[in-house]
C-alpha cells in the first residue's frame, strides 16, 4: 500500500519564476493539506483541498495556489517566486469521513530559489 | 486561536537515558494533540495522538505522551534513549480529530543522542 508520493524530490528555481508541485495522497484517502517547513521551523499550513476545492487556507498570499484532481491528487502552484519561498513543502493525506485517522505525510518537496 | 509551545529547540542525552521533550499548547476549545518524528531529508511521522479519550498516550518505539489539562502540556517521554531516536520532534494541535482541519505546528525540538 503507496503512501503519500510528492514529486519531484528536489527543485532549483530563480527568484520570478513559477513552479509546481505535486501529490498522489495515500490510497484511500480524498483529502489533501500542503504545508511550508522553512529552515529550522515547524510546518506552517498553507491550505487544503477536499471534492476538488480549497476548503480551508492559511496565511499565505495569492501566490500560492492549488488544485486537486478527480482522483485526489494536488498540485501546489506557486508564482513570483521569491528567495523567501525556499522551503520543504508537505503534502498530507487523510479521509475527511474518517475522524480517527491522523494525517499522512510525504517525504516532501524541497524547493531552493536562486 | 491555537498554538503550541515547545520548549527547549535542542536537547541532548546519553544513550539509556530518559528523554523528555516539552510541549504547552493553548486553545480555546478542547484540544486534540499529535507528536510526530522527523528524521533527516523525510516528512513527517505520527509517533503517538491524544483524542480526548485516555489521558496517558503510548506510541510507536516506546514514546508515551500524558495530556495534562491543568497544565495545558503533553510532553513526550521514552525510558531509555537509543541512538536512532536521534531526529527532529515535532508538537501539534488541532480542534478536531481527524484529517479535516489542520495541524498547527511547534517549532520543533532536535532531540541528539550521544554514547
Known amino acids: 500500500d503507496a503512501g503519500v508520493t510528492q514529486s519531484p524530490t528536489h527543485l532549483i528555481k530563480t527568484r520570478g519564476q513559477q513552479v509546481t508541485l505535486r501529490c498522489s495522497p495515500k490510497?484511500?484517502?480524498?483529502?489533501v493539506s500542503w504545508y511550508q517547513q522553512a529552515l529550522g521551523q515547524g510546518p506552517q499550513f498553507i491550505f487544503q483541498?477536499?471534492?476538488?476545492?480549497?476548503?480551508q487556507r492559511g496565511n499565505f498570499p495569492d501566490r500560492f495556489s492549488g488544485h486537486q484532481f478527480p482522483n485526489y491528487s494536488s498540485e501546489l502552484n506557486v508564482n513570483a517566486l521569491l528567495l523567501g519561498d525556499s522551503a520543504l513543502y508537505l503534502c498530507?493525506?487523510?479521509?475527511?469521513?474518517?475522524?480517527?485517522?491522523?494525517?499522512?505525510f510525504g517525504d516532501g518537496t524541497r524547493l531552493s530559489i536562486l | 486561536a491555537q498554538s503550541v509551545t515547545q520548549l527547549g529547540s535542542h536537547v541532548s542525552v546519553s544513550e539509556g537515558a530518559l528523554v523528555l521533550l516539552r510541549c504547552n499548547y493553548s486553545?480555546?476549545?478542547?484540544?486534540?494533540l499529535f507528536w510526530y518524528v522527523q528524521y533527516p531529508n523525510q516528512g513527517l511521522q505520527l509517533l503517538l495522538k491524544?483524542?480526548?479519550?485516555?489521558?496517558l498516550v503510548k506510541g510507536i518505539n516506546g514514546f508515551e505522551a500524558e495530556f495534562k489539562k491543568s497544565e495545558t502540556s503533553f510532553h513526550l517521554t521514552k525510558p531509555s534513549a537509543h541512538m536512532s531516536d536521534a531526529a527532529e520532534y515535532f508538537c501539534a494541535v488541532t480542534p478536531h480529530p481527524g484529517g479535516y482541519n489542520k495541524l498547527i505546528f511547534g517549532a520543533g525540538t532536535r532531540l541528539a543522542v550521544h554514547p
Open positions: 491524544y483524542t480526548s479519550a485516555a489521558t
Open positions: 483541498y477536499y471534492e476538488e476545492e480549497e476548503r
Open positions: 490510497s484511500g484517502h480524498d483529502t
Open positions: 486553545s480555546s476549545v478542547p484540544p486534540y
Open positions: 498530507a493525506s487523510s479521509s475527511t469521513g474518517d475522524s480517527n485517522q491522523p494525517q499522512h
